[in-house]
């Protein structure tokens, strides 16, 4: 008799545990944030990039920066979504020069 109490009373601290898990999004609902945590957005596809003062033109990636509204190019070199050097066998680093802005605080205008 005393085995079967106890059996009971862990059941019913199971059940206690397991509703309080289950009530706990519905009593305390997690707060939903309209952002993400990304702020870039990567063009799909490569691009052919110039820059604004004419001192280069090549094939590279298009990134927005989305809190700006800078618009910066990537440079892969090649047709390719990512950098690609056949001169050396060490990864190459693209490094973005700015292409242009876009002017995201007149949009409410």
């Not at 944030?33 to 033109?57: C, I, K, N």
């Not at 700006?68 to 050396?88: C, E, I, K, Q, R």
Request: net charge neutral.
């Amino acid at each position: 008799m005393k085995s079967d109490r106890l059996t009971k009373i862990l059941l019913l601290v199971i059940a206690v545990a397991l509703s309080s898990i289950a009530l706990r999004p519905y009593l305390h609902p997690e707060p939903v944030e309209a952002q993400s945590g990304t702020f870039f957005y990567v063009e799909p596809g490569v691009a052919m990039l110039r820059a604004p003062d004419g001192s280069q033109q090549v094939a590279g990636k298009v990134v927005i920066d989305m809190r700006s509204g800078n618009v910066w190019g990537f440079p892969t070199l090649s047709d390719a979504p990512y950098p690609v050097s056949t001169l050396t066998s060490t990864p190459p680093v693209s490094h973005p020069f700015l292409l242009g802005r876009f002017a995201f605080g007149e949009v409410t205008r």
